[in-house]
């Protein structure tokens, strides 16, 4: 037997029984799993334990506790990220021979690798989708003071998020923080992403997963303006007459909109009292997830959130209508939850509400429910629409909380070494 020190987040003697002491290329436990994945430089393996999946990867301590480091550290300051769960450290094998530490991170269900979303049940519009989602993910990234230095879709993993895609980072080791970024640093990271990216949608392409019409280069270098243009609507500081202040509230409510909110403002007079300059400082991300949560207790992505909301706004406007009197909205929310969405999802097969969140199945039966009575002219109804998106469209969903492939195919993809 060899050593090792092992540190993780709660109680985790399960992993205590994994071959610790042993390279992790030579792992053969039973509770090894493969999971779609992207390109990696270290050896990655994927473990099922105490009723989740752990990924390990295996690199020199110094790497291993830096990218723990980063990892939380941009988990704290709610930037979208995977789960640093631990590291084992101090490891030689059993003829005392050193060997590299592991980094423990925890799976994120119902998230997939860039290819996977090219190969099964596509989004429409599915690459502007993609990139927006890694402009947002930049953004949140930039405004928390990280500089990412080697950015790609392999790095990066997605979930569904009520049609549109929430993007995670996954692999940190190249990072660093710093108190803000200069434009120059943001500037730099944007280019290597862009390069990057473009490399991985000419091998989708010549995969033939992405159309021959379609521009990697031109695809990969829309990147860029997305991401200015979303910079710009939260950092820059604007200039409004003394007597035009209620557009101070305005863009207050815009920053909201686009789901950030701002925690700290400055307010200064310029020109002899006669402007006020509206100056952002600190703006975080989550807006409509926070209010969701305060309303109904429910843990959503963004966009789920906004429709939740929406849905909500709705349900307590006919309320109102009907009784004539206003309708407090938390009281609203507890009665929409009881009776909108835990009602949808109790028509749902149990077997079947692992596929998607909670939250994603509500949105996709609201969005099935619409197109059926765009079609038939008329609503269908709940019932109706719920059986048939059982029928039609869950029912041939893998399972993607956390899908297990069974052999190896193009998402395993081989390790590069360094």
Not at 307 to 332: C, M, N, T, Y
Request: charged share 25%; proline share 5%; net charge negative.
């Amino acid at each position: 037997m060899g050593n090792y020190s092992i540190t993780t987040l709660g109680a985790a003697t399960e992993l205590l029984s994994l071959p610790l002491d042993q390279p992790l290329a030579e792992w053969t436990d039973p509770r090894i799993v493969q999971v779609p994945r992207g390109i990696s430089r270290h050896v990655v393996r994927f473990v099922r334990a105490q009723n989740q999946i752990f990924a390990f990867k295996e690199a020199t301590t110094r790497y291993v506790l830096r990218e723990h480091h980063l990892l939380r550290e941009l988990a704290d300051a709610s930037v979208p990220v995977v789960d640093a769960f631990g590291t084992v450290i101090d490891r030689t094998d059993s003829d005392g021979q050193p060997l590299e530490s592991l980094l423990i991170t925890r799976h994120l269900p119902y998230s997939l690798p860039y290819r996977s979303l090219f190969t099964e049940r596509s989004l429409p519009d599915l690459r502007s989708r993609l990139l927006d989602a890694l402009a947002q993910l930049f953004v949140r990234l930039h405004l928390a003071g990280f500089f990412w230095g080697d950015c790609s879709l392999s790095n990066t993993l997605f979930r569904r998020d009520a049609g549109s895609l929430a993007a995670y980072l996954v692999d940190a080791e190249t990072g660093e923080t710093h108190a803000t970024l200069t434009t120059g640093q943001r500037s730099h990271d944007l280019t290597i992403a862009t390069e990057n990216i473009a490399g991985e949608l000419m091998d989708l392409q010549a995969g033939g997963y992405l159309s021959e019409d379609a521009d990697p280069v031109e695809m990969a270098m829309s990147l860029a303006p997305r991401y200015q243009k979303l910079w710009t609507e939260l950092t820059d500081d604007e200039v409004y007459p003394s007597g035009e202040s209620y557009r101070i509230e305005e863009r207050v409510r815009k920053l909201n909109s686009l789901g950030f909110d701002v925690s700290e403002i400055g307010i200064r007079s310029e020109d002899a009292g006669s402007k006020l300059r509206f100056e952002t400082h600190v703006v975080e991300p989550g807006h409509h997830a926070r209010r969701v949560y305060a309303l109904t207790g429910l843990k959503v992505q963004e966009n789920q959130a906004r429709q939740i909301l929406s849905d909500l706004a709705r349900f307590r406007a006919k309320w109102i209508e009907g009784v004539g009197h206003d309708i407090p909205e938390d009281l609203a929310a507890r009665k929409w939850l009881d009776e909108k969405f835990y009602g949808v999802l109790s028509m749902i097969p149990t077997e079947l509400r692992k596929k998607l969140p909670d939250a994603e199945l509500f949105h996709e039966v609201g969005e099935h429910r619409w197109l059926m009575s765009e079609k038939l002219g008329r609503d269908v109804g709940r019932p109706a629409a719920v059986e048939d998106y059982v029928q039609t469209v869950l029912s041939k969903l893998p399972d993607t909380a956390v899908r297990i492939l069974t052999e190896p195919t193009t998402e395993e993809l081989p390790v590069i070494r360094e």
